[in-house]
């Protein structure tokens, strides 16, 4: 099974500060999407993003999926407390299951 | 908006028990899963169903059962509790091909 890795593992920046983390993944998929998780909370869907798709934005939100690279990114822009939390990527093989990274842990310091 | 719960946010059992893990979303979706959050170990797959009475093993399927007698629940079973079990569980509905919502999740303690 195929899995998407999160790098960087942690991130801690600055109020107002842009937020990066990325995802790499092995095989070819059908759709990407990216998951924050509150402390001890479930995950919240934040953002699908398909195959035959390069930039997708929702608000604060960019995300860039590059299928040659087998890469993806999220970008937070002009971060605040509340974003502080896991962010995680997932990816499909089959379509019905997705599978999930170990997850970015993002620390924004008021 | 799609609501997904689960039975119990903590839960203390011993080793041995039976435990079940109810889920339950109300928004007619086809496929369920369950998994397993254990730090530095991300979400790992135990089962999913993508309808009624129907099932597939996940990742890490051993020492679990699973049923899902109508389409809006979706149960976990710990046959007999170990203490590896000890974890975050999360339950989660989607339709096909679709996002997954996620439940709030059960952290479960095996003594």
């Known amino acids: 099974s195929q899995q998407g890795e999160e790098d960087p593992q942690a991130l801690s920046i600055q109020e107002g500060e842009n937020a990066t983390m990325n995802c790499s993944y092995k095989t070819s998929i059908n759709n990407l999407q990216w998951y924050r998780q509150n402390s001890g909370r479930g995950l919240v869907h934040l953002i699908l993003i398909r195959s035959n798709e390069r930039e997708k934005h929702s608000g604060r939100l960019r995300v860039t999926l590059d299928t040659s690279k087998k890469s993806s990114s999220l970008l937070i822009t002009a971060s605040r407390a509340a974003d502080t939390a896991s962010y995680f990527c997932?990816?499909?093989?089959?379509?019905?299951?997705?599978?999930f990274g170990t997850g970015t842990s993002l620390t924004v310091i008021p | 908006d799609v609501k997904v719960t689960q039975s119990s946010r903590y839960l203390v059992k011993r080793t041995g028990e039976k435990v079940f893990l109810e889920c339950v979303q109300d928004?007619?979706?086809?496929?369920m899963f369950w998994y397993r959050q254990d730090p530095g170990l991300g979400l790992r797959l135990i089962y999913f169903?993508?309808?009624?009475?129907?099932?597939e093993k996940g990742d890490i399927p051993e020492g679990y059962s699973v049923s899902r007698e109508k389409k809006e629940r979706f149960s976990l079973i710990l046959e007999s509790a170990s203490t590896n079990q000890t974890s975050m569980y999360l339950c989660a509905s989607s339709p096909p091909r679709g996002t997954q919502y996620f439940g709030p999740g059960t952290r479960l303690l095996v003594l």
């Open positions: 169903s993508y309808d009624v009475k129907m099932k």
């Open positions: 928004m007619d979706h086809e496929n």
């Open positions: 997932a990816t499909d093989e089959t379509g019905n299951q997705f599978y």
